[in-house]
Every structure is written in structure tokens, then in C-alpha cells.
């Protein structure tokens, strides 16, 4: 079955600590990848996405996200996280078509 | 440009009513989505629109739920008959076309049944 798991629901860390949010996936075809970032009140925004190529994908604000086949992971990174970062974080899977999965999200929380 | 806009932006209803949800896609974007949002959950989808073709209602949870979209632009998720466990943020997305591409996703409009 197809299916988008982020394992961490909440996840805090001090401002200026390095970030990685978890995302694992099973898809049975070639998948297509997204992070996106909600933050309270406001609609989805897409931080990065990998469709091929180079498995480091670079995004907006400074995140970066690696596709590991091997691990059907799909994990978001930030080196240094600043205080409006704090937000809920989204991976998501799609395919050739236009369905797309979305994982039930984590919510990050940066102290000051 | 313009995104994805929601009207309202919030919805108090009372049980049993009617509601009408409205969504104005990016102009040009031929795919939108609906999707529901509820509390520590992920995005359930709900219904799809691509051009002309037939939408894709499978995700729609009972037969309460409606959607429109006329001209190819504008969208309206009507909920009938509404239940407290329809109260959730639903979102609307649009895409330039089918496929593997991003969606761009309009604020939300939050339903509260009481």
C-alpha cells in the first residue's frame, strides 16, 4: 500500500540547532517527493521537491532534503533553525499521476 | 501574481445546515484539488478537477459532499446536511497541469459545525 509516515509528531529545538525531520514513504512506482510547510492559519507552502537527478535537493529558507532509495526515506534538513521556522512541516508522495499521499505531519517547535 | 484564494476564511454553522466553500485557483492552473484537514491528521484528499474532464470524486467521505467547478477556473465544495465531524480546515490546491507537479495551496477556510 502506498503510504507517507513522519514518525515525529512534535519536535523542538533550540534556535540555532541543526534540524532534521523524518520522512519515510512506500510507492510502488518511481516516486515524486515534497516537503511543504504550514504555518498556524495560513495554506501549504512547498519548501523543496525531487522528481530525479542529484539526491540532494536544495529548497527555500535554507532547507535541503536527500532521497535515499535504499531507505525510502525522504528527510528535511536545516544546519542552523531560526525562530520562524517554527511550524508544521509536510512530506508528501506522488507518482505519475495526480494523486499525491500526504504524511499527518510534524510540528516544530524553536526555543529562543 | 495572485494565488489561491478561499472564501470564508471561517465558518460557524450550525449542525444540519447547508455550507458553501469557495475556492478561486491560480489563473491559467487547469488541475484543483480539494483536500480536508483535520486536527492531527494528514490531508485527506477529497476531489480533483482537471480541465474538462470528469473530477475525480473518490475521496469524497459520503454523499453530503459536492463539488463544482464551473468555467475551469472557480470551485464550490457544497457540505449538506453538515455533522460536528465535518468541522475541519479544508484547503484548496491548484496545479498548472496533471502529473507530478506542485500544488499551490489557498489559506483554508476552517468549518466549525456546532
Known amino acids: 500500500a502506498q503510504s507517507v509516515t513522519q514518525p515525529d509528531i512534535h519536535i523542538t529545538v533550540s534556535e540555532g540547532a541543526s534540524l532534521e525531520l523524518r520522512c519515510n514513504y512506500s510507492y510502488g512506482a518511481t516516486p515524486y517527493l515534497f516537503w511543504y510547510v504550514q504555518s498556524p492559519g495560513q495554506g501549504l507552502q512547498l519548501l523543496l521537491k525531487y522528481f530525479s537527478g542529484d539526491t540532494l535537493v536544495q529548497g527555500i529558507k535554507g532547507f535541503e532534503a536527500e532521497f535515499k532509495r535504499s531507505q525510502s526515506s525522504f528527510n528535511l534538513r536545516k544546519p542552523s533553525v531560526h525562530w520562524s521556522d517554527a511550524a508544521e512541516y509536510f512530506c508528501?508522495?506522488?507518482?505519475?499521476?495526480?494523486?499525491?499521499?500526504f504524511g499527518t505531519g510534524t510540528r516544530l517547535k524553536v526555543l529562543a | 501574481g495572485a494565488g489561491v484564494s478561499q472564501s470564508p476564511s471561517n465558518k460557524v454553522t450550525e449542525k444540519g445546515k447547508d455550507v458553501e466553500l469557495r475556492c478561486d485557483p491560480i489563473s491559467g492552473h487547469t488541475a484543483l484539488y480539494w483536500y480536508r484537514q483535520s486536527l492531527g491528521q494528514g490531508l485527506e484528499f477529497l476531489i480533483y478537477f482537471q480541465g474538462n474532464s470528469a473530477p475525480d470524486k473518490s475521496g469524497l467521505p459520503s454523499d453530503r459532499f459536492s463539488a463544482e467547478r464551473t468555467g475551469g477556473s472557480v470551485s464550490t465544495l457544497t457540505i449538506q446536511r453538515t455533522q460536528q465531524e465535518d468541522s475541519a480546515v479544508y484547503l484548496c490546491?491548484?496545479?498548472?497541469?496533471?502529473?507530478?507537479?506542485?500544488?499551490?495551496f489557498g489559506p483554508g477556510t476552517r468549518l466549525t459545525v456546532t
Open positions: 508528501a508522495v506522488g507518482g505519475g499521476t495526480y494523486k499525491y499521499i
Open positions: 490546491a491548484s496545479s498548472p497541469k496533471t502529473g507530478p507537479y506542485e500544488q499551490y
